[in-house]
């Protein structure tokens, strides 16, 4: 069964810059996308950025030029490097994926990872 997990999150000041990591575990064919979501408190989950082979990558326009997002297909992990962080971007950070699991590497299926914790102070 394949599961996302997320690794890299914690306090950073503002300015600052920390590096969240998400790896697929489990049999799979392919990683097709791999990006981030993120959801502040009394707020909805909201996209932040995500890559894809034969796409540039996409980001919200709160992020654009200060995070970057990126996948590594051998290592089955994506990364999210966060820069020059704002008090606003404290959230829950969650990675998805569309990813085409073994047996069934015909159907692309969504998965979802439980979420770290990023936190800026001032």
């Known amino acids: 069964q394949v599961q996302l997990v997320e690794s890299g999150g914690g306090l950073v000041q503002a300015g600052g810059s920390l590096r969240l990591s998400c790896t697929a575990s489990g049999s799979m064919l392919s990683i097709n996308e791999i990006g981030w979501y993120r959801q502040a408190p009394g707020k909805q989950r909201e996209f932040v950025a995500s890559?894809?082979?034969?796409?540039?990558?996409k980001y919200a326009d709160s992020v654009k030029g200060r995070f970057e997002v990126s996948k590594n297909s051998a290592k089955r992990t994506g990364y999210l490097q966060m820069s020059e962080v704002k008090l606003e971007d404290t959230a829950v950070y969650y990675c998805n994926a569309f990813i085409r699991p073994m047996p069934n590497w015909s159907a692309i299926t969504e998965y979802w990872g439980q979420g770290t914790q990023v936190t800026v102070s001032s």
């Open positions: 890559a894809a082979g034969g796409r540039a990558p």
